[in-house]
T-cell receptor, first 112, second 112 residues
């Protein structure tokens, strides 16, 4: 079993929809949680960063972390065709090394 | 633009050969991480350097090695290449005071 599980999709939604993306993890030592967006054959781009449990909002994006359930979410409001990409969750432990463990990514398609 | 640069963008080589991938971190970042992204394994951490010293190792094969130079750029050396080494190789850099990693555009390696 992988340390971080993520539904690969694809997830197809109409423009303007609210998108919910999720990851579950098994290692309770993870403390830092991130969401990256990756367009085809490009480098991952950092979207959201959260430390420990709680919510964080940035524009149309909201990240939630529930450490008790080992579950993290990313919500995208008013989705746009330009949001079509692969979304990767990533997490790391509270050590100096901070190497990231990634989910497999969810491919999102926003239909105009 | 993340500020992290990687060269070359594409590399095509034959089995048994050796290649070197280069990464320049964001200005001032001391940590460099290397990741491999393949279709079947997703994004996986290979190795981390901090200010010229190796800090952490992930799923890095013995045929692979890396180093970080005094000017903080890093090189990933892949030798005795196999077909299965074909993948996207990313480097990421992190500032010491933050927990977030910024990724470069990647090098696409094709082993024929």
């Amino acid at each position: 079993q992988k340390e971080v599980e993520q539904d690969p999709g694809p997830l197809s939604v109409p423009e303007g929809a609210i998108v919910s993306l999720n990851c579950t993890y098994s290692n309770s030592a993870f403390q830092y949680f991130m969401w990256y967006r990756q367009y085809s054959r490009k480098g991952p781009e950092l979207l959201m960063y959260t430390y420990s449990s709680g919510n964080k909002e940035d524009g149309r994006f909201t990240a939630q972390v529930d450490k008790s359930s080992k579950y993290i979410s990313l919500f995208i409001r008013d989705s746009q065709p330009s949001d079509s990409a692969t979304y990767l969750c990533a997490m790391s432990m509270d050590t100096g090394r901070r190497a990231l463990t990634f989910g497999s990514g969810t491919r999102l398609q926003v239909q105009p | 633009d993340s500020g992290v640069t990687q060269t070359p963008k594409h590399l095509i080589t034959a089995t048994g050969q050796r290649v070197t991938l280069r990464c320049s971190p964001r200005s001032g970042d001391l940590s460099v991480y290397w990741y491999q992204q393949s279709l079947d394994q997703g994004l996986q951490f290979l190795i981390q350097y901090y200010n010229g010293e190796e800090r952490a190792k992930g799923n890095i094969l013995e045929r692979f090695s890396a180093q970080q130079f005094p000017d903080l750029h890093s090189e990933l050396n892949l030798s005795s290449l196999e077909l299965g080494d074909s993948a996207l190789y990313f480097c990421a850099s992190r500032a010491g005071s933050t927990d977030t990693q910024y990724f470069g555009p990647g090098t696409r390696l094709t082993v024929l």
